[in-house]
């Protein structure tokens, strides 16, 4: 039975007001664990893109509260901020579980995790800084980071409050305004933080909220004149029109998180029953919703049957089942479409002639559940290999050597993240050269922190978020050169 969560904020969020949409449109949120609608939501489309853009360019006119804010102020508010999802974190807890699907112990670590994010802009935010510059000719030269204006924000539904703070952390720290559109999937605790913004003390237009749906509201986002930057998170596919209607309109900077397809390395001295554990947390996660999921397992030849039988004993004891009860593991997949695709992929893996070991079907019969799967025995050329299923399949190969696995590591279009498990210092740092990924982590596997930048090679997106580099993403860089005439 779903918790009865009461729901507060359900309208448009423009100017620090609760509206509804022009058009009046409405679209319905769905409990992903029962397939029942939750609740009626406000649904944006380009003219309400257009209102929200207005109140976020008056926010972020010259002489405007928010541009004469002390930078070390808007460390306070967004410190303000991070207290005020503390204070709510159960509810807001709840929320994300009945929206998503996840267990409401994976929302409440999220919101731990947003809440250190915040915490860490707080701290950013009077930090950013240019240099002085030492130029020839005796010109006195310095640069400055000043925003980029006024930003979109795109995020995904597999960690909506998550998503959402490593997007406002940032974009707040640096002094931007933000026009944020939730996935139509999961709008519902975007809403609840915009309320909290307010609380905090963010002036009007500084944080616009608008949810629904991609064609329309995201593609007034990414076309709009008057939007200086956009920020996505989400799929390959719809990274590549986001760029292309930034180039189309405005050329306003991108920054796109696009999945992956990442490896991790088990190496033959390997603890197994450790490296297991690793592996399979990095897979099965949030239901495989993750975009840095570890979905490639390959496992040296010496340990590898021990390893897949173990793989499958694990996965097997992973427990399902209602958000809300304590102890569920694993939820439902976020919706019927996302759950079919990866049964449609489970069953490519079988076709195509992988091991499945344990899994492979749908688990009960109502609300998207997917069994935890293992295959084993999995080949290079096969679909489930190339993919990302975004599931909780763990997908297994066998390899010889170091230098073999590099290559098939890396013969991806992906490169988000990798892991390896070794007790070999010089194996673990000639993985770390080699792989084309932007993370590598050694003997863990997820180990996401606000202080270190996150992002991908190739096309797993373009720029970083989270650490300083993420400044970059949010700032144009202005450099002031005076004469000095010297006094003789
Ligand atoms: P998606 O890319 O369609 O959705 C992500 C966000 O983009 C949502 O807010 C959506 O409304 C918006 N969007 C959709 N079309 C748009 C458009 N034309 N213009 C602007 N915005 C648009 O992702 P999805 O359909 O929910 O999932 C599909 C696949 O994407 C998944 O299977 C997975 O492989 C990948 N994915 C990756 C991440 C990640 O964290 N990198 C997150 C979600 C999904
Ligand atoms: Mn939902």
Redesign the pocket.
């Known amino acids: 039975m779903p918790k009865d969560v009461k729901i507060k904020y359900t309208q448009l969020f423009i100017n620090n007001e609760f509206v509804d949409s022009i058009n009046g449109k409405k679209f319905a949120s769905i409990n992903p664990a029962t397939e029942e609608k939750i609740i009626d939501v406000s649904e944006a489309d380009k003219a309400d893109v257009d209102l929200a853009v207005r109140a976020a360019r008056n926010a972020f006119k010259r002489n405007s509260e928010w541009r004469q804010m002390d930078a070390s102020k808007r460390g306070v508010l967004l410190q303000k901020l991070a207290s005020l999802l503390e204070r709510d974190s159960e509810y807001l807890a709840d929320l994300e579980s009945l929206d998503n699907g996840k267990p409401v112990a994976d929302s409440a670590f999220d919101i731990l995790c947003a809440v250190d994010t915040f915490k860490y802009y707080a701290g950013m935010a009077d930090k950013i800084s240019g240099k002085h510059v030492p130029s020839d000719y005796g010109f006195f030269t310095i640069t400055r980071l000043e925003p980029v204006g006024v930003v979109g924000q795109?995020?995904?539904?597999?960690?909506p409050i998550l998503?959402l703070a490593w997007k406002w952390g940032p974009a707040l720290a640096a002094g931007c305004t933000i026009v944020l559109?939730?996935?139509?999937?999961t709008p519902l605790t975007a809403l609840y933080v915009a309320q909290l913004s307010k609380e905090a003390g963010f002036p009007p237009g500084v944080i616009n909220v608008v949810p629904?749906?991609?064609?329309t509201?995201?593609?007034a986002?990414?076309l709009h004149p008057d939007i200086n930057k956009v920020a996505?998170?989400?799929?390959?596919?719809?990274?590549r029109?986001?760029m292309e209607?930034a180039s189309k309109s405005n050329l306003k900077r991108i920054s796109l998180?696009?999945?992956?397809k990442s490896p991790l390395i088990i190496c033959n001295d390997a603890d197994v029953d450790e490296a297991v554990e690793i592996a399979h947390n990095a897979i099965f996660a949030n239901h495989g919703?993750?975009?840095c999921a570890g979905s490639r397992t390959f496992v040296q030849s010496k340990i590898y049957n021990e390893f897949i039988q173990k793989a499958a004993a694990k996965a097997k004891e992973r427990k399902l089942g209602d958000p809300f009860v304590e102890g569920t593991q694993q939820g439902p997949q976020?919706n019927d479409?996302?759950f079919n695709?990866v049964l449609r992929l489970i069953n490519s893996g079988k076709s195509e002639g992988a091991k499945c070991l344990t899994g492979g079907e749908r688990w009960g019969s109502k609300g998207y559940f997917v069994q935890p799967t293992v295959f084993a025995d999995v080949q290079d050329s096969m679909t489930i290999a190339k993919e990302?299923?975004?599931g909780p399949v763990q997908s297994i190969f066998k390899f010889e050597t170091l230098e073999e696995v590099i290559e098939r590591a890396n013969n991806t279009q992906y490169g988000?993240a990798s892991g390896i498990v070794t007790k070999d210092i010089n194996t673990a740092f000639t993985f770390a050269k080699a792989i084309e990924a932007g993370s590598v982590w050694i003997n863990c596997y997820d180990a996401v922190i606000p202080q270190a930048p996150f992002g991908g090679f190739k096309q797993s997106?373009i720029g970083r978020e989270l650490g300083e580099d993420s400044i970059k993403e949010y700032t144009e860089m202005k450099t002031i050169t005076m004469k000095i005439s010297d006094v003789k």
């Open positions: 795109i995020i995904p539904w597999n960690y998503m559109k939730p996935s139509e999937l629904g749906y991609g064609p509201a995201g593609t986002i990414a996505f998170t989400g799929s390959v596919e719809v990274g029109l986001i209607n998180e696009l999945g992956g919703q993750n975009c976020v479409k996302m695709k990302e299923i975004f988000l997106g």
